[in-house]
Structure formats: C-alpha cells, structure tokens
C-alpha cells in the first residue's frame, strides 16, 4: 500500500439512495487514515475525460442525508471498449490515482473487474450501490433499504383510492431481472400478490393470484409487477385483466424515478457508511478487485468475479409468506 497515491472515488450506473453517505465515508476515512482523495465525475465518463478534483473532508459536509450523488453518474460506452481503458489508465497516471472506488450496481462492477485484469498497478474496490439489491454475496445494496419504504409509501396511497374505487391496481416498480423490490414492497404493504421474474415457473403468475379468488373477501386488490421490458410489465397484466375478466376495474400505476430520490433511509446512511470506511482498511489490507459486502451484519470482502456472475436468489420463503398473509 502506497499512500503518496491518491484513492479516486467515482459514482456509475443508476443512481442510488446513499451514494453520497458513501462518498463522505470513503473521502473522511481515508483522511483519517493519511491518504488524499479524488472525486472523478460522472462515472467512467468522467475518468476517461480527466474530470477529477481533489476532495477535502468539508466538500463532503451535509450529505449524508442527501439522495443522488454529488459526483453525478453517468453510462460509459466508450468504458467499454480497450481504448477507453487505456485513456481511463492514462488519467489515473497522470491524476497519481492507485485505487480506485466504484460505487455502482453489477455493470460498474463487472467494468472494474475488467480494468483491474488489464491494469496489474490498478487496484480496484467496489462498493454495491444499487437499489435492485442484485449483486451477489451482499445481503443488501446502498439504496435498497430507501428505494423499499419510497414504494411502500407510496402503495399506502394507491390503497386509499383503490380501496374507495374497489378496483384493481397493477403498481410497477423498478428491478427488471430481480424480484427484491416487488416481493418485498408487496410483504410490506400488504399487497395481493407480487409478479417477480424470478417465479417464472409453468405457473402463469396472474392465473394463480386469480385462482385464489382474490376480491372475494375484499373491496380494493394490489399486484405489485417488476418492470419488465419482456414481459411489458404492469400494463401487459392490466390488459389482459381487461380482456379476461372484464367484470374488474382496472388501474396501472408506474412508480418510476421516484422510487431512485429521496433522503436516504437510516439503514441506508448506517449501511454506506460502514462499507465506505470499511474499503479504505481492504486498501490498507492490500485487497484489490473486490467488493465489500455485508452478511448477517459482518463486513465481507466478494471476488467481482463472485459478486456479479450470476442473479442473486430470493428467498422463496417470500413468496409463501406473501401468498399465505393475503388471504
Ligand atoms: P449499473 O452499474 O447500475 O449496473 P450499467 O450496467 O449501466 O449500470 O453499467 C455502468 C457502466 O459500467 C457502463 O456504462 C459501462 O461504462 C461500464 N460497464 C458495464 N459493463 C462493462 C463491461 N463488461 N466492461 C467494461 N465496462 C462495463
């Protein structure tokens, strides 16, 4: 470990509650620790085009509770090639940089593990900051834990006027190959039924939520759908309500953007915090090309090559507790 060398800290792919919770703890524990840091902005975007300052502790006061991310985010198509790599490496040459901090969801992390292969002097440490919950060997993701409690509240509310209306509601959320957030948002507000891609079984899923006789006992019925550009999502199973059983009322509701902003939750800050202080000792421990993970609340260090190289499961014991609850 070599600490004349700059830590680099970037923020890419979607935007997650706590990225800034984990900026502040990256930049403030490798400052306590005597290294220097520098915020590259707008992802690998940004590292190619050389956009990078130096950050002291107070450019990182009054952010925790901030959601987005002070460093801006960004897609990088050029990342993805060899060259962009190589004008990437230059910068952090030229910038003194020797590792580097993706906070990031599975495709920032697998960009990483790409450029730390080619780049032996690179060395790279992943933070999980998605609010998917996707990447494996991690419990949890920065920004899960907000992106949940947005959508519960907001499913509060679409209850009010489904309830008043006795209709149907399909909500849409986000998590297009992963069921966290509409399995876990159903429990949580006591939805009907969720439709996740990960209970893709010969079972048509609305066949089964409708088998079960639902309105029978109740006036209003909320189905929360995991965005799915296959599938087409909330709209597609609201159609098909329509044709099917055209007795029924039926609405759509897409939470969209709204479920990425908002001041991070406390587990969220709690969660950022211990992970961003927790990759400056993995560089101080001379861990390179790994994400720092947390299970059953202890910090772990994850191979990239683990964390993102196949879909994280869910627990199907969600599933009966979902199904059993909302009779
Ligand atoms: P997220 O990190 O939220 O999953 P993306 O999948 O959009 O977001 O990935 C963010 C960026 O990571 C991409 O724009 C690209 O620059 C980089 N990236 C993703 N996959 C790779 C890869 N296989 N090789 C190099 N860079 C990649």
């Keep these: 470990m070599d600490k004349s060398k700059f830590i680099g800290i970037l923020t890419s792919g979607g935007d ?15 400052i306590y620790n005597g290294f220097r840091v520098k915020g590259i902005y707008r992802g690998y975007e940004g590292l190619i085009a050389g956009e990078v300052k130096e950050m002291t502790t107070e450019d990182v006061s009054s952010i925790i509770q901030r959601g987005g991310t002070i460093l801006k985010t960004a897609r990088s198509k050029e990342f993805e090639t060899p060259e962009g790599r190589r004008k990437a490496y230059e910068v952090m040459q030229k910038e003194n940089i ?36 996707d990447l494996c060997g991690t419990d949890v993701t920065i920004g ?6 947005t959508i519960m509240e907001c499913v509060d509310k679409i209850r ?24 876990n948002s159903a429990i949580a507000s006591g939805a009907e039924a969720a439709i996740i891609p ?24 909320i189905v929360i759908v995991s965005e799915s550009p ?22 759509v509701s897409i939470l969209g953007h709204l479920q990425r902003g908002g001041a991070p939750s406390a587990e969220d800050r709690i969660l950022a ?18 994400m720092i993970g947390i299970r059953d609340n202890e910090i772990v260090y994850v191979p990239f090559i683990e964390a993102v190289k196949r879909d994280k499961p869910i627990d199907k014991n969600l599933i009966r507790v979902l199904d059993e609850l909302s009779i």
């Design 16 to 30: 997650a509650s706590g990225m800034n919770a984990a900026i502040r703890a990256v930049t403030r524990s490798a």
């Design 98 to 133: 020797g590792y580097l901090v993706v906070i990031g969801g599975d495709g920032s992390l697998r960009g990483a593990r790409t450029f730390a292969d080619e780049y032996e002097d690179v060395v790279c440490i992943g933070l999980p900051g998605t609010i998917d919950n």
């Design 144 to 149: 899960y834990s907000t992106a949940l409690n």
């Design 160 to 183: 009010d006027t489904a309830t008043s209306h006795e209709r149907i509601f399909f909500v849409e959320v986000m998590g297009r190959d992963a069921g966290f957030l509409a399995q």
């Design 198 to 221: 990960e209970d893709k079984t010969d079972v048509d899923q609305l066949e089964k939520f409708i088998s079960r006789g639902f309105r029978k006992t109740k006036n209003s019925s």
């Design 230 to 251: 296959k599938d087409g999502g909330a709209m597609h199973y609201a159609e098909r309500v329509r044709k099917e059983y055209p007795q029924y009322d039926v609405r």
């Design 273 to 290: 915090s211990r992970l961003g202080e927790a990759s400056v000792q993995a560089i101080m421990e001379e861990q390179r090309n790994v």
